[in-house]
């Protein structure tokens, strides 16, 4: 099997404008009076590759700790799309039915219109995935992100595709469990050429 980490680093990752810089802290060094290394950290959950729960844009929606784990590891399908708004019909014509799982490769310039999302969501997927900073364009008013998570599709954002291929893998992307956290980081991994013990390709 090949292990592809599709995640950024937290700590150079691009910053969604205005949301707050990552900073690491090291508040114990290895010396004559330590025997280890100590750090901190402080960072917008939004920061580098993470997971949106349906709490980021409803009042009464469910934290990261509720998404639950057959969303964010399983079969899934890369799709290469060209910088557009995509759009419900072109998720229809383009994307594929054989998988829950689905993530947009765009060089991070494609973005989900309302129709889109809801065609997503006909269509049964689990989760969405992107290497845009977010689904939607800037400016937006957060009505596809709402779609989306009214269904309960999980919502992966800024994502490294760069070096990855159109076609299908297995994912694991668990973010952190943060209570009460409308989003939590996410180690990303793809893997090709699986083989698992299960025919239910879910």
């Excluded at 995509?86 to 229809?92: A, L, N, Q, W």
Aim: aromatic fraction near 8%; charge should be negative.
């Amino acid at each position: 099997m090949k292990f592809i980490d599709i995640s950024r680093d937290v700590m150079t990752a691009e910053v969604f404008k205005g949301d707050p810089a990552p900073k690491l802290e090291r508040v114990q060094k290895i010396d004559e009076n330590s025997e280890y290394n100590l750090s901190k950290i402080s960072m917008c959950l939004h920061n580098g590759t993470h997971m949106d729960a349906p709490l980021h844009f409803l009042p009464d929606g469910n934290d990261i700790c509720t998404v639950p784990p057959d969303a964010f590891f399983g079969p899934c399908v890369v799709v290469e799309v060209p910088p557009i708004l995509i759009t419900g019909s072109y998720v229809e014509e383009y994307f594929p039915r054989n998988t829950k799982r689905v993530l947009i490769k765009s060089g991070g310039k494609a973005f989900l219109h309302e129709s889109a999302a809801s065609e997503l969501s006909y269509m049964g997927y689990y989760l969405v995935g992107t290497d845009a900073l977010t689904v939607e364009p800037e400016g937006s008013d957060g009505r596809s992100h709402r779609m989306l998570m009214l269904d309960n599709i999980a919502v992966l954002e800024n994502l490294d595709l760069d070096s990855v291929s159109p076609g299908d893998y297995f994912l694991s992307a668990a973010p952190i469990k943060i209570s009460g956290a409308e989003a939590a980081p996410v180690r990303a991994i793809l893997i090709s050429d699986y083989i698992f013990w299960s025919g239910d390709n879910q």
